[in-house]
């Protein structure tokens, strides 16, 4: 079974502070992705990133960055210098299986507020 | 880009009625979703379709059914709303085989009195 635990469920941080969402998963299989996933107010989920479990290359994008770690089985999330547009849900989920179905098992989300 | 649109962004019914909610993918995939979202509980799979007139119960399929008979198009429907269905459904579709990169509708916020 597929499981992904977000312990944070809301953070407040000032603008211009750097945050860190964190994201654990379980998974027996060897080959998954793992996701981060955006809900701004609006609703919609927007994605963000997606690994591979061969790829444990960290990735920035702006003032994004993506920490994969197999050995702790963990794919936690940078904001570097917040901006108060970075207010929303985000949800770490996770594919396995072998199926081409693309389930995704989804962690409970982090509230993130940014204040200005 | 992919666009996945909902038939209602707020819902209202009644104890009782049947409800239906409709979601539309304009990118030929084969794979559908329905998720609910509940605070705390994050997004939980209801059913999904992998083909036409195909279906698969997700984790939580009780008092849902879906269909789907075009491509493009998969419904969820509330048999017998009840309160405790009040919630946000989110619609999504992707590809198979190859990203596994959900793509998600507005999300419907369903009320049920």
């Known amino acids: 079974a597929q499981k992904v635990t977000q312990a944070q469920t809301e953070i407040s941080v000032v603008e211009k502070e750097d945050v860190t969402l964190d994201c654990v998963y379980e998974t027996r299989d060897t080959t998954y992705y793992l996701f981060w996933y955006k809900q701004p107010p609006s609703g919609e989920l927007v994605f963000l990133i997606r690994?591979?479990?061969?790829?444990?290359q960290n990735e920035i994008s702006g003032r994004y960055s993506w920490n994969f770690q197999k050995s702790t089985s963990s794919f936690n999330f940078t904001i570097t210098a917040s901006q108060v547009v970075d207010s929303a849900v985000y949800f770490c989920a996770l594919y396995a299986g072998g199926t081409s179905y693309g389930k995704l098992t989804f962690g409970q989300g982090t509230i993130l507020t940014v204040h200005p | 880009d992919v666009k996945v649109t909902q038939s209602s962004r707020y819902l209202v019914k009644r104890t009782g009625e049947k409800v239906f909610l409709e979601c539309v993918q304009d990118m030929d995939h084969e794979n559908m979703f329905w998720y609910r979202q509940d605070p705390g509980l994050g997004l939980r799979l209801i059913y999904f379709?992998?083909?036409?007139?195909?279906?698969e119960k997700g984790d939580i399929p009780e008092g849902y059914s879906v269909s789907r008979e075009k491509k493009e198009r998969f419904s969820l429907i509330l048999e017998s709303a009840s309160t405790n269905q009040t919630s946000m459904y989110l619609c999504a579709s992707n590809p198979p085989r190859v990203t596994k990169t959900q793509y998600f509708g507005p999300g419907t916020r369903l009320l049920v009195l």
């Open positions: 379709s992998y083909d036409v007139k195909m279906k």
């Open positions: 690994r591979n479990s061969f790829d444990e």
